[in-house]
């Protein structure tokens, strides 16, 4: 009997494309009846809770009566072919000297139920069954191994969303079928596998899901090959398999290396590759891994997509047009286009979260930094540590695209190690409100004009402790966006948002506002190297926005006035601006858009974050510190 516990996670990328259905309908009391398991073990699969305590998951896990009823029976087929299919394994290894010197690493079978939509109370619920066949990294003995796989940032993604936005561009996703088996496994060391007990029979004929992918002659050849695998014998890895540790290395080396065949770089930012057009907009290419999503203008997204299929194994292609209207997911976000641009959100995700109802007697009324303290001693409870670590996670997660709820996550999470019943109540009625409001979205919206970043920072202080909170806001606006634009901000294309704790002790307000300022500086000048990649010279100088009159006074005079052990901080920030020949602008605080990222703001009504800068600002008066005479800056002073 297979252990179905015996199990690690993969990713439902992972699943190759050509896998028909396999739909069970089962209603939530049928399930409940599955039968016993192992040593008389209660296995029986309650679906709803499992749902809810994976929150919003959608693998179940198999129990022994699954697997006895032969649910599982066309799926392991399926595993089994794709692994023979792609020559995953190599030569049979010895039982030898040499062989035990060598990483053996053992096998074994994942079987899950994948839901294929969110179950409804009384109603069927509709699944597939899932198989995976991995190896036991955690055995490999290999010291020298590369395991770094890099994946884009939100950051570098949304710049070239606004790219493909603004360029009129479309967009084409893919995803590559059963990626790590496509690998080669050309590692200095080479590593082995044994072979688990079960090992599923090729039937004598070519089944009907495999006829898309496989010939009468492919399938005697696979057969022929199946015969020659024995359970338990150990074979060399010829390519990745999941579970190697580095699997995601050695895939994302050979994917580089053919889309650099194609005319793509990789050096602007992590997992972001460009590519120049002759006369027009360049073409840019993202990888999570194994979820590809390119750029470009007509049908050169579809068109490199295609390319790199010729070498891969790939399933269908999604296309987004440009100026036109559809929804896609990708990397667990949303993207929703229409003729304006485009809505980023991770509406599906917050949707589905599968939150207990809050009790009347224990609702209260917000959250903010009334309620979020440090617990007592007395008031540390650490049975609620797996569920309060459940709890952060689902919400860190689901603020990676909402600025808005950012600063809870911070505030709440850290006291992971020391739960309490109130700030679990807290994290439970920060997720419900979410719920309630629904997904903020990240817009992404179209201009007139020629580009230029804008950095919003904000420092938060509090008195009775000395310490700070840090935050900032980097947009793309259009250089018509001057002080004497009447036009409001209205929060639309963020690049780049972030707040941090400043545990350093201050003596007023400017000291953490300067270090934010100091912060965001160094953030936008990573963000300014990839868009001055795409742009070019039609890139303006950036603008950076602060709401702090001391700190602005500060760099108007290079000098600190409250707290000098800040110097440093000061004259490398002004350094950094005149680097990039910032302009510097200030803003009253109430309009200040990093403002949220700082302050817990519970929310009672939509928050709209205006910006109107005042006629005084100057652009950074440099190291003289003195106005800037007519000549370079005034020559460039167009639309700033």
């Given at each position: ?39 008389g073990e209660d296995n029986s699969l309650t679906l ?293 641009g485009m809505e980023v959100h991770q509406g599906d ?211 600190t006035i409250s707290e000098p052990k800040l110097g ?73």
């Amino acid at each position: 009997m297979v252990d179905v516990h015996d199990c690690v996670s993969s990713e439902d990328s992972d699943i190759p494309h050509d896998d028909a259905l396999y739909t069970a309908v089962y209603t939530t009391a049928e399930a409940q009846s599955a039968g016993k398991g192992v040593k008389g073990e209660d296995n029986s699969l309650t679906l709803k809770k499992a749902h809810v305590s994976k929150g919003g998951a959608t693998n179940l896990p198999a129990t022994q009566a699954d697997l006895k009823a032969g649910h599982f029976n066309e799926s392991d087929l399926k595993e089994w072919v794709s692994i023979l299919k792609h020559g995953v394994l190599g030569k049979v290894l010895p039982v030898s000297k040499e062989t035990r010197t060598t990483s053996v690493l053992n096998m074994g079978w994942r079987k899950t139920w994948k839901l294929l939509e969110k179950e409804k109370e009384g109603e069927p619920v509709r699944r597939k069954a899932k198989s995976r066949l991995y190896c036991k990294g955690f055995q490999d003995k290999r010291q020298q191994l590369n395991t770094y796989a890099g994946t884009p940032r939100l950051w570098a993604l949304m710049t070239m969303l606004t790219y493909a936005v603004l360029q009129g561009q479309s967009l084409a996703f893919v995803d590559i079928s059963t990626a790590f088996l496509q690998a080669e496994e050309n590692s200095p060391e080479k590593v082995a596998v044994r072979l688990p007990q079960h090992l599923p029979k090729l039937p004598p004929e070519l089944p009907g899901w495999a006829m898309d992918s496989l010939g009468p002659r492919d399938w005697a050849s696979l057969k022929e090959l199946a015969k020659t695998m024995r359970p338990g014998e150990i074979r060399e890895l010829d390519k990745a398999l999941y579970g190697l540790r580095n699997a995601p290395y050695l895939f994302i080396e050979q994917f580089r290396e053919i889309v650099r065949s194609h005319g793509y770089k990789s050096n602007v930012a992590e997992s972001i590759l460009l590519r120049d057009r002759v006369g027009g907009p360049k073409d840019v290419m993202a990888h999570h891994i194994d979820d590809v999503m390119a750029a470009g203008m007509g049908s050169s997204a579809r068109l490199s997509i295609e390319a790199i299929g010729e070498k891969l194994a790939m399933g269908p292609i999604t296309e987004l047009p440009a100026d036109t209207v559809g929804r896609v997911t990708y990397v667990g976000m949303q993207f929703e286009r229409s003729a304006e641009g485009m809505e980023v959100h991770q509406g599906d995700y917050v949707k589905e979260l599968a939150l207990e109802p809050l009790p009347d007697s224990h609702k209260i009324p917000v959250v903010d930094s009334s309620t979020i303290k440090p617990p007592l001693p007395e008031e540390v409870d650490m049975t609620l540590e797996k569920a309060y670590r459940t709890h952060a996670g689902w919400l860190g997660w689901a603020v990676k695209t909402q600025p808005r709820w950012r600063v809870f996550y911070d505030l709440l999470a850290k006291y992971s190690h020391q739960p309490s019943p109130k700030l679990l109540l807290s994290l439970r009625r920060v997720l419900t409100k979410m719920q309630q409001m629904g997904a903020q979205k990240m817009t992404i919206r179209k201009f007139q004009g020629r580009p230029r970043l804008a950095l919003f920072t904000d420092g938060g202080f509090e008195s009775s402790t000395g310490r700070g909170r840090l935050g900032f806001v980097i947009r793309l606006i259009s250089e018509h966006w001057t002080p004497e634009s009447t036009t409001r901000s209205d929060g639309s294309n963020v690049l780049m948002f972030s707040t941090k704790a400043h545990k350093q002790l201050h003596v007023s307000s400017s000291g953490p506002e300067l270090i934010a300022l100091q912060w965001g500086v160094k953030n936008l000048w990573r963000l300014q190297y990839l868009c001055r990649s795409l742009w070019g010279e039609d890139l303006q100088d950036p603008m950076v926005v602060i709401d702090c009159k001391p700190v602005y006074d500060q760099l108007r005079r290079q000098e600190t006035i409250s707290e000098p052990k800040l110097g440093p901080a000061l004259l490398y920030t002004i350094q950094e601006l005149d680097l990039i020949n910032a302009i510097t602008k200030w803003s009253p605080r109430k309009n200040q858009e990093a403002d949220v990222l700082t302050k817990a703001i519970w929310p009672s009504a939509p928050r709209e974050h205006t910006v109107y800068l005042s006629q005084g600002d100057r652009r950074h008066w440099g190291r003289t510190g003195k106005k800037p005479a007519a000549g370079r800056h005034e020559k460039k002073r167009t639309g700033g």
